[in-house]
């Protein structure tokens, strides 16, 4: 499907922006130049005619996005976050896309939950209200289970959505083919390589039952953290296209009059989202990757629910590791130390010279750290340093993709609640603790025991990997120096006997 029938779709969506008015307003809310917006309107104007009318009852920007389809509302949904990029207004206007979107017919969620689960809805609850929240992918319900009584909350995909995504991705991939053919400067950011994770994390989505999963593991690794919760799966009750969880009573994020109503203390829920993101990305390696104000609830008694689990993150020990490294450097101001961090992964090529690297970061850190607390941002950080990778030759890390787009999200999360946070004093003791626990002399005492552990698991394959080894090697070396490798062969096999009975003394012990 990724053929040029697609540049009907791309045509349609500069178009439908031009016809809903969607064009103007985007580009004055992102201070465009007039040079731009100017090329941009004269080439959309031609095919004005061919846009979306979209639901005329909304604004202009929100109009259009909810006409395209659902990955560009996903798109909106994360623009809404944003009001230092999109301005105050634009941000609220946006909102909408979180949860409020048009639902579609409940008489067709009851149908898929009866086809799903093979129950009618009559028979599984005795309450089935309507739509309480719609976004661009499904809409909830809330119900009470006939045979206990409990309070559930439905989720049920909306019909034809995945067909809907998959058009979307296929445009997504021409327009990300003719960005490589037109800029070839632009291949190092591999823009096809950035569609392909962004289809495969909106694919997982589109599968309930990996919610359900997601879900059920994020609230066994956060069952410890206070002021923290997870709604219940009920696992009996889940399928491809229908997810009950238990009912999560709270204020909604995006609703700040509601928050102060309740006296929530929103300098602390600030401070705890953006805390509790770091800690789960860096702790456990496994975060939410779609906390906007839609997706997280303040609990009554204060707690922060978080909602909506189809797009989850992971990052492997290693990837924590650098981005705790790079993130304290920063804290600490330290842009050598961030500069060793990139070359030691890998992320900058060998070849640069590591000091001119350090001193673009410090380009990057110090005009940051001069600025007010209330603009003080992880997001204009991250630009920053897009730029200055770009001019050392740094590829995009899709890996690193759901956690950058993830801490903007969040960081601006934090600032609707509290404009004036400093994000890095907040950030600071979640960062400074995981490098304490990881990155220490108790840490690399931890993985030594867990390289031989891994190593003890071929225990009894060692004698005949070792003869293998070296009957290979010593048929291609003249005799006196088969003697001399055969020495050296028995003593690396001493070392490791020997780091095997360290490891369970150790063990044994402690």
């Known amino acids: 499907m990724r053929g040029p029938h697609n540049i009907w779709r ?7 922006f031009e016809r809903t008015g969607a064009m103007a307003e985007a580009l004055e809310a992102m201070d465009a ?3 731009v917006r100017l090329g941009l309107r004269i080439l959309a104007w031609p095919f004005k005619w061919l846009g979306l009318k979209g639901d005329t009852s909304l604004p ?3 109009r259009a996005l909810t006409a395209l389809g659902p990955a560009y509302i996903k798109f909106g949904q994360i623009l809404s976050t944003r009001p230092d990029v999109v301005g ?5 206007e946006l909102r909408v896309l979180q949860d409020k979107l048009p639902p579609f017919d409940s008489a067709i969620a009851k149908r898929t939950i009866a086809q799903e689960l093979e129950i009618s809805v009559e028979e599984l609850f005795n309450e089935f209200s309507e739509p309480v929240a719609a976004a661009s992918i499904a809409q909830v319900h809330r119900a009470r289970l006939r045979d206990t009584g409990q309070e559930v909350a439905v989720k049920v995909l909306r019909p034809g959505i995945e067909r809907a995504f998959r058009k979307d991705i296929d445009a997504f991939y021409l327009m990300a083919s003719w960005i490589e053919t037109l800029s070839p400067a632009s291949r190092r950011l591999r823009p096809q390589d950035v569609i392909e994770h962004f289809e495969g994390v909106v694919m997982r989505e589109l599968d309930l039952r990996i919610e359900s999963s997601a879900a059920g593991e994020f609230a066994a690794r956060t069952e410890g ?5 997870v709604p219940a799966v009920n696992w009996f009750l889940c399928s491809r296209r229908v997810m009950m969880l238990d009912w999560a009573e709270g204020v909604s994020f995006s609703d700040i009059e509601a928050i102060d109503a309740a006296g929530h203390d929103r300098t602390a829920l600030a401070e705890r989202v953006l805390q509790m993101f770091l800690r789960h990305a860096l702790r456990d390696g496994f975060f939410h990757a779609d906390m906007h104000q839609g997706n997280l609830k303040v609990a009554p008694n204060g707690d922060i629910v ?3 689990f189809g797009i989850m993150g992971r990052l492997d020990e290693y990837t924590r590791r650098v981005y705790a490294e790079i ?3 920063f804290i600490r101001r330290d842009y050598r130390r961030v500069a060793e961090v990139h070359f030691e992964a890998g992320y900058v090529p060998a070849d640069r010279d590591i000091d001119e690297f350090a001193q673009a970061l410090r380009s990057v850190g110090e005009p940051i750290f001069g600025m007010d607390a209330s603009r003080i941002s992880m997001a204009r950080l991250l630009s920053y340093l897009f730029e200055v990778t770009e001019q050392f030759g740094m590829e995009t890390r899709t890996e690193l993709i759901l956690l950058q787009r993830t801490m903007v999200v969040v960081e601006g999360v934090a600032r609707s609640l509290d404009e004036n946070i400093n994000i890095w004093s907040t950030a600071r003791p979640v960062v400074e603790q995981y490098i304490t626990e990881n990155l220490g002399p108790k840490a690399m005492l931890r993985d030594l025991v867990r390289t031989a552990q891994v190593l003890s698991r071929f225990g009894p394959r060692l004698p005949q990997m070792a003869q293998d080894a070296l009957l290979s090697h010593a048929n291609t070396l003249p005799p006196p120096r088969r003697s001399r490798v055969a020495e050296r062969l028995a003593y690396l096999v001493g070392g490791v006997l020997l780091a095997f009975a360290s490891v369970a003394v150790w063990e ?3």
């Open 225 to 229: 953290d206070e002021g923290f919760t």
């Open 33 to 35: 130049p007039r040079s």
């Open 60 to 62: 202009p920007l929100v």
């Open 10 to 16: 791309l045509i349609r969506t500069g178009a439908t």
């Open 88 to 92: 105050p207004e634009l941000a609220t």
């Open 306 to 308: 978080a909602l909506d």
């Open 508 to 510: 044994f012990w402690f």
């Open 327 to 329: 993130l304290m450097g």
